[in-house]
């Protein structure tokens, strides 16, 4: 689009100072307006930024493309099946949203409902495969209904949702974000959890863990954003990463770690975030 195009030009020269002025501290921890792997500030889920809720249920029925094992810096994506997965830099915010589980989970914990979008403009994951790899982290053991104290049910389009998991094109991630153009990390904001889809495929570089580890630490870190939980940092050297810390940017002698709760247990280090430096934005991938 157009606009787009003329504002994210203009973003790419600003936003780069901008969001270095932000990790540098002005907004330390869970900042304001969003976070990049940071956020706050709600503008809702529609089938288009600003519009009204025309999303459309995807396919329940998972494709054999799946992408592979984590990745070292600079490779190309892994992928099994007959297609990789593509998108573009730009997309055009419009959302394909999975079917929802057919009933609340059992238990007495607080419940909140979730939806699940995929951008329209990737192609090669088929919605209701992502949908299921994001309900099987947020239900898995160790996760967030760990303990019974909150319940996570996933829900289709058209009723009420407290959250939507977006997986987004590196342009929309900076549009729902709502923060300086980054076009990198993954972000919370308000109700949108934004996972960037170029961090989904390729992971990050040096995370030494498997892709599949990564997918569910990227999960986990924003929907604990929007469950009330900041930044953390590394609690020890070659201990395991709390969830909230920025493994995106760095593990700080850390270990990765996909799981909020370790033997049932909370886990969790101090709190505040490091000054590590965001990598250049993500162009579009075609397949």
Not at 100 to 107: D, L, M, S, T
């Amino acid at each position: 689009m157009t606009r787009k195009a003329t504002a994210r030009s203009g973003r790419a020269l600003i936003g780069r100072s901008a969001m270095a002025l932000l990790v540098a501290g002005l907004l330390p921890g869970c900042g304001t307006p969003a976070t990049a792997d940071r956020g706050t500030t709600d503008r809702g889920t529609t089938d288009r930024a600003g519009g009204t809720d025309r999303a459309t249920a995807g396919p329940t029925t998972p494709s054999a493309a799946s992408p592979g094992p984590g990745m070292a810096a600079g490779s190309t994506p892994l992928v099994s099946g007959p297609a990789a997965i593509s998108y573009p830099a730009d997309g055009g915010n419009r959302w394909q949203v999975a079917a929802g589980e057919p009933a609340a989970p059992a238990g007495t914990g607080r419940l909140l409902r979730y939806r699940v979008a995929v951008e329209r403009d990737i192609r090669g994951l088929p919605v209701a495969e992502f949908a299921a790899e994001v309900s099987a982290t947020l239900t898995a053991p160790q996760g967030w209904t760990t303990g019974g104290t909150l319940r996570l049910w996933r829900v289709g389009p058209g009723g009420p949702a407290d959250f939507t998991v977006h997986l987004a094109t590196p342009g929309t991630r900076d549009d729902l974000c709502g923060d300086a153009a980054d076009g990198y990390t993954s972000c919370r904001n308000g109700d949108r959890v934004v996972i960037h889809v170029a961090r989904w495929v390729k992971g990050v570089p040096r995370y030494g863990a498997s892709l599949t580890t990564y997918r569910r630490y990227v999960v986990n870190h924003e929907v604990g954003h929007r469950l009330g939980h900041g930044h953390e940092r590394c609690p020890g050297r070659g201990r395991p990463a709390p969830v909230m810390q920025q493994q995106t940017l760095g593990l700080h002698g850390c270990t990765a770690n996909a799981s909020p709760y370790r033997d049932g247990v909370r886990y969790a280090g101090p709190a505040g975030a490091y000054t590590d430096e965001i990598p250049p934005p993500e162009p579009g991938r075609r397949g």
